[in-house]
């Protein structure tokens, strides 16, 4: 606990915002969340943009920190593998993890966020304002002012310490975006994502296994389901937005799905309509540095997406997010709770990590959507599953220490380089020595 | 000439907005040009936060294409080379080309903007509007909001045809950014500039050597100079920001030029006074994409700076600024003024050229602040001018094909590629030719 609270406002209640207030108030500080939307756990959830989440270790292992992680599992699905399904309807089941127990899990955003706004709540020295959106700030003084509904209709507050939690278009940063010497990138992909539903089946029971991440790559797009509690799926289409935006008919969804997904259309009885009326999203990496900006009277900072938003191909956004609160805890506790010292250790230790996950996540979309359906992909991680029980805690595979452990993802980078290095140079050796020996052999021969 | 006029609104009339407005004015289209500032042909002009500008054979050409060359020639300041400032005081005259009779030309920024405006207000069809001050756009219809001195404090225009050259701080691009899909990067170097002067001599005459880019390298950092025709030189520092944030007394200002630019300080009677009132800038390259974003009523592109801010180490910022000009005049010659059909061309040709550009800007800054100081560099930089007059034409410089032709930057790059692997491999033979030779030799001599 820290010697003195300080006042912290945090600006969006979404994942990581909520997570953050807990860490925050469990460390004895007054916390303020502000949100723009109404509360979620009194109107409904907004649904058709939200990709289902995969928690893993690194979001496992934060929610363990504040005491939630029992509560969130529980609603969860685990996903130990990922399952293929190929044009003709043949499946391919293939393990995340050598440890075949090991499984990420699926939730859904919203159902994650009222667990954790409750958790907020219930904490004290937590206060939550909703309808407040941000539409200004002063770095230097720390004021904000937000637009609330009804009259005056602006709410204006002040705090020495101000973080920006509020996603990949955040306002918070929009207010730093102007600062001269503040580094900022949006890139988007050319592609896409849509959201649809595969119902439970009649007999009310899941229509596919629920435990797998189920695939349909299909080269330069792909679909992915994900099992939801209620016994459906939630489906996303990530395509080339050319493609969606000439697909624009029910009889040319259909006839699409029948010859890419026909397994898939099956058992989507409302295909037609949920594609039609779902918007298209767009894939979006966000960088930007600092994140933390020092002003005369209050710092501000930036944390989860609206720091670092990245692709979802490695099921690593949220996970990601969860752990910027990890570290700003653990910077807090190494600082004595001197915010003023804690957010630019924090920056310094998460930003690198950040950057690092943007690039692993584009990559995995190529794995993700060509590479899975390809017989020899499937026999490399055969190879590599058994190189990890041969040589246990020396040969481990990136998709495990991204998913199954909590070393930081610059040390991943790191390690899987290194190990890509010593198998080649491995292969290298056996290959000479099979030459050495075919010679001997030969010359053998010839005696 | 256009079959049809259109009516084109230009936002900015800094030196790109105005040298477009007179391109599309020849052709025949309706110009309106708003400026968010008054008439800098009445007011006075900024000082102190615009480097001055070196205008080479790009703009140049430009300009001769409307007939401008002879006028703004008549008043720049030709530089043939680079006179490198040692801290002993020694003097090393590098010219730019082989051919010394190539300069790149001095010129104040303000008197070449008056020169432009004076150009396009002569124009039949161009209307200016000073002191209108973008606010909002949409660029679906088209229409833009501009805030204005007095009653009632805003105007409301539309067009068919809107063409942001609005600066590295763009409102136009402001009002792309937002949009899904955008991508867009502001990347700041940790470096700062500040203007100086040195005045004319007691004399009335220049101080130093008007016929040259003058240059202090000083590794990490670095100082120029640019004779103006008052016979003053403008200087520009360009220091890491932590060195102008530790600079802030007047003794320690001159303690330090003492030490560091000693012939420079002899020469600033108001050294101290010009470092504390004078701005430190910022140094930004900017990149976006798309350039041009089609509405349902409306176009909307962006040219110089507003499409793709450089740093000022090529000195090719308003040169680049002024081919996005010649480019999209010859887009609308090849597709007969059909603006809809021309700026997606004009954007297809002229974004890898600004990227281009915009990479080897960053590179020239290593160059002039630190290697030029190198005499191994100095003798590399005769060797290669050797190669020029011996290969005429067949060996050209860098430099020389970015300053004094009109080669796209993109094919610069990649003659240079080509120019570098094919020395690299003659070297490679004379050296094995050389060595050949050396064992021929010794072997003669065991005979």
Same mark, same amino acid.
């Given at each position: ?12 209640? &979404?994942?990581?915002? =909520?997570? #953050?207030? =807990? ?35 690194? &979001? ?7 005491? #939630? ?48 706004? @409750? ?33 005056? &209709? ?48 009649? @007999?009310? &029971?899941?229509?596919? @296994?629920?435990?797998?991440? /189920?695939?349909?790559?299909?080269? /330069? ?13 939630? =489906? ?10 000439? #697909? ?9 799905? $029948? ?28 960088? =930007? ?8 009277? $209050? ?5 989860? @997406? ?34 003023? !010292? ?17 690039? #692993? ?9 060509? %590479?899975? !359906? ?7 991680? %055969? ?65």
């Amino acid at each position: 606990m820290g010697a003195f609270a300080v006042e912290v406002s945090i600006v969006g209640a &979404g994942l990581v915002g =909520c997570l #953050l207030a =807990c860490f925050l108030a469990r460390r004895g500080h007054a916390v303020t969340l502000y949100e723009r939307r109404p509360d979620p756990r009194r109107a409904g959830a907004e649904r058709g943009r939200s990709i289902n989440l995969a928690i893993s270790e690194r &979001g496992i292992d934060a929610l363990r920190r504040v005491g #939630l992680d029992k509560v969130v599992l529980d609603t969860a699905l685990p996903m130990p593998g990922r399952m293929m399904h190929a044009v003709d309807g043949e499946l391919t089941f293939q393990p995340y993890s050598a440890d075949r127990d090991r499984a990420i899990n699926s939730i859904g955003r919203a159902d994650l966020n009222r667990t954790l706004l @409750d958790a907020a709540a219930a904490l004290p020295g937590v206060r939550l304002c909703f309808d407040h959106r941000l539409t200004s700030m002063d770095v230097d003084s720390g004021r904000m002012v937000f637009q609330t509904p009804g009259e005056p &209709g602006t709410v204006t507050a002040t705090a020495p310490v101000i973080i920006g939690a509020d996603g990949a278009f955040s306002a918070v940063r929009a207010a730093l975006q102007g600062r001269p010497g503040f580094d900022y990138s949006q890139e988007f992909l050319d592609y896409g994502y849509k959201e649809l539903v595969i119902p439970a089946a009649p @007999d009310g &029971g899941f229509a596919m @296994d629920p435990g797998a991440l /189920h695939i349909w790559p299909r080269g /330069h797009s792909m679909m992915i389901a994900l099992p939801n509690p209620d016994r459906s799926f939630t =489906c996303t289409l990530f395509w080339p937005k050319a493609d969606f935006a000439s #697909l624009t008919t029910p009889e040319r969804i259909t006839a699409l799905f $029948a010859e890419r997904y026909p397994d898939a259309l099956a058992l989507m009885p409302g295909l037609s309509d949920d594609y039609l009326r779902n918007p298209t999203g767009h894939l979006v990496t966000i960088r =930007c540095a600092p994140w933390v900006v020092p002003g005369g009277a $209050a710092v501000t900072a930036l944390a989860g @997406d609206a720091a670092h938003a990245i692709v979802p191909f490695y099921g690593q956004g949220a996970n990601c997010g969860f752990e910027d609160c990890v570290e700003l805890d653990r910077c807090l506790a190494e600082t004595g709770d001197d915010f003023a !010292a804690a957010l630019p250790l924090y920056q310094e230790r998460r930003k690198r990590n950040a950057d690092t996950i943007a690039e #692993l996540a584009l990559a995995n979309f190529v794995e993700m959507r060509d %590479k899975v !359906a390809s017989r020899v992909f499937l026999a490399q991680k %055969k190879v590599e599953h058994a190189l990890e029980r041969l040589l246990p805690g020396r040969y481990v595979s990136q998709y495990e220490l991204v998913s199954f452990s909590t070393v930081p993802y610059v040390e991943v980078e790191r390690r899987i380089a290194r190990q890509r290095r010593w198998v080649a140079a491995a292969g290298a050796g056996i290959a000479a020595l099979a030459a050495v020996a075919a010679i001997g052999g030969a010359r053998g021969r010839h005696k």
